[in-house]
């Protein structure tokens, strides 16, 4: 006998009044669209670091490919000094007009050239692509602000 009383009170609901259902109803729907948008962020952040991760794949794969090359490159060539040497001159940038003291210099000043051309170069390479995950998130994004508009 005791078990059918305790079972009939482990089944019996309870109700608890809100006081609120519509404020509370909105902090709810403002809370999902909060994790939904850091879900977008860290979407977008696991495709940046796909991107690096191939984009430093490909680098690797052609780092090798110069090696062997310049290998191959010295090689080729005789074993022989030159007799003649040449005058050393100053480095110079043709984009900018600068000549530089040493190669040190010279070469720190190509690379914020080559940087400030990747900038421009990803710029103008973003391409709109479409994520499933993204695009789900997006659309419960739309679907939780429509909520928050109907409230």
Same mark, same amino acid.
Request: charged share 40%.
């Given at each position: 006998?005791?078990?059918?009383?305790?079972?009939?009170r482990?089944?019996?609901?309870?109700?608890?009044?809100?006081?609120?259902?519509?404020?509370?109803?909105?902090?709810?729907? $403002?809370?999902a +669209?909060?994790?939904?948008?850091?879900?977008?962020?860290?979407? *977008?952040?696991?495709? %940046?670091?796909? &991107? !690096?991760?191939?984009?430093?794949?490909q680098l690797?794969?052609?780092?090798?490919?110069?090696?062997?090359?310049?290998?191959k490159?010295?090689?080729?060539?005789?074993?022989?000094?030159?007799?003649?040497?040449?005058?050393?001159?100053?480095?110079?940038? $043709?984009?900018? +007009?600068?000549?530089?003291?040493?190669?040190?210099?010279?070469? *720190?000043?190509?690379? %914020?050239?080559? &940087? !400030?051309?990747?900038?421009?170069?990803?710029?103008?390479?973003?391409?709109?692509?479409?994520?499933?995950?993204?695009?789900?998130?997006?659309?419960?994004?739309?679907?939780?602000?429509?909520?928050?508009?109907?409230?």
């Open positions: 006998m005791k078990q059918k009383k305790k079972r009939k482990s089944e019996e609901v309870f109700y608890v009044g809100v006081r609120d259902p519509t404020e509370v109803r909105r902090n709810l729907l $403002e809370s +669209r909060e994790a939904v948008r850091f879900l977008q962020r860290y979407e *977008k952040l696991k495709e %940046i670091r796909e &991107q !690096k991760f191939q984009a430093m794949l690797d794969a052609e780092v090798k490919d110069l090696r062997s090359l310049v290998g490159l010295k090689k080729s060539f005789p074993n022989a000094r030159p007799h003649v040497s040449l005058p050393k001159h100053k480095p110079f940038c $043709e984009l900018c +007009r600068k000549e530089f003291s040493d190669t040190a210099g010279f070469l *720190k000043h190509v690379r %914020i050239h080559q &940087q !400030k051309e990747e900038k421009v170069s990803k710029i103008k390479e973003v391409k709109p692509r479409a994520l499933n995950d993204l695009e789900k998130l997006e659309s419960e994004l739309n679907d939780i602000e429509g909520k928050l508009g109907e409230m």
